[in-house]
């Protein structure tokens, strides 16, 4: 069922809510239906096993001697006991299964005795796959499974184009959006349970949030980076954002400056609702001077957008291109290719600006958006390699990753995708570090053993010999040669996609 619940005509006894995505207790459609709906509510999370095994097996084939890390457990974890605890502070408590949720919620909802099973709404196959099977096991059972939206403004087909379709370009969706927009679709629902109606664990049935050494992993470096996790975490990192967000139409192209929000890794965990950060977003863009405002709403719209178009065509999560004609294309492989996607995902290409975001991702799970897009142009157009590829590391390491968002910006990068970039458009590594980075402070930090070098130099070292030898630096030995040439590298990529460009038909 996809309803929103039952209504005050149909009050039930009991319901179970599932957190999932939305790691908060404010401003949550499943829970709000669950208190409107049931006298008494329980609340769970679980950890699922089908997801977190394969992430440890892979880890562990990749670094045997090593005992694995994840930023994204640490900092779900970390966010669960601070729900855990505002949900007993209301007189309730967050049970935490570690196993398939498709055995331990309908076998849960069987213990507890519950009418229902309350969830927001997932938009990737595989979680609607399993929502369906739990589905079916609760109604064998005789009870309801409700789904609600949550994670987005607009979903599903809310917004349609004039002849009844679901967009392809961004620009006239986002029309439709803003145009469609009310304030009724940014309202906040409103968590207030009476005395009671929250229930604390059962004793007999209760686990607590467990350790990282119980799933199986070490410590991250989470603790060390600027990321507070929870929904305390997220709402400093606004209220912080607040302050700038009308800076950063200008700032959020420019690495060595704070000018994103860092949102994001919030969003996807859900501590924070995408109705509060839109709601304030178009309050602001309205007013005189909103363009920073706007722009980030925009990029808001952006996360809708691809929601909406994996939604629409679910088999891009069997690594189809969006655009047929592109599966075509004759990718570099072998050894050289090897060594090449080596030295990316390294931050060894000697392109300082390329490592310096590659070195970022990796060492902090974070990179800056502008990098996002430079380093997946390097790697598809100037390296020459399936975009696929960097689509699988970057799902390895982004704190913040999501199947939609990180499979529609390397479609769009790689000239694959709906509404993408045109294939004949080749970020230049070097101009790019010229404009967004000017003086060398991006790459500085994360490319230390250049910091000796000048403003001028830094961005391509290879053409001043004489400020490396100024500054004690030899590549090949202190920094690597640029692994490509840019230009001839630009000119295979045009040969490349001319081999196989049409009519832009897409699989559908």
Known sequence: MTSNGMGES???????????????????????????????????????????????????????????????????????????????????????????????????????????????RDYEPVPIERDAVIEARLREAGRAFYSFKDQVVFERDEILTRSGKPYVVFTPYRNAWLKKLTPDDLARYRIAPASGQLCAPPAGIACDVPDLATLGFAPSNLDQLELPAGMSGAHAMFDDFLGRMGDYAVQRNFPAMNGPSHLSVHLRFGTISVRALARAAHGRSLERGGEGAAAWLNELIWRDFFFMVLEHHPWLAQGRAFRAQYDAIRWETGTKADTWFAAWCEGRTGYPFIDAGMRQLVQTGYMHNRLRMVTASFLVKNLGIDWRRGERFFAEHLNDFDFAANN?????????????????????????????????????????????????????????????????????????????????????????????????????
């Open 10 to 120: 149909a009050r039930a006894e009991a319901g179970l809510v599932w957190f999932r995505r939305d790691l908060r207790c404010d401003d949550h459609a499943a829970l709000h239906h669950a208190l409107a709906d049931c006298r008494r509510v329980w609340c769970v999370f679980v950890l699922d096993t089908t997801i977190i095994e394969p992430l440890l097996q892979c880890k562990r084939d990749a670094h045997p001697d090593e005992m694995p890390t994840d930023r994204r457990i640490d900092f779900i974890l970390a966010s669960l006991s601070e729900l855990d605890s505002a949900l007993r502070k209301m007189g309730g408590g967050l049970l935490v299964f570690h196993n398939d949720p498709r055995e331990s919620i309908p076998a849960l909802a069987e213990a507890l005795g519950v009418d229902a099973v309350y969830a927001n």
């Open 408 to 508: 529609g910006g390397w479609q769009w990068v790689a000239s694959t995708g709906c509404d993408a970039q045109p294939w004949f458009r080749v970020f230049n590594p070097v101009t790019q570090s010229r404009q967004y980075d000017p003086h060398g402070r991006f790459i500085k930090r994360y490319v230390p053993e250049l910091d000796l070098l000048s403003a001028r130099a830094i961005h391509a070292p290879w053409l001043t010999p004489a400020a490396l030898a100024e500054a004690g630096l030899m590549l090949g030995r202190d920094y690597p040669h640029p692994i490509i040439d840019d230009t001839e590298a630009r000119a295979r990529s045009l040969e490349r996609f001319k081999a196989v460009k049409g009519g832009g038909r897409s699989h559908v």
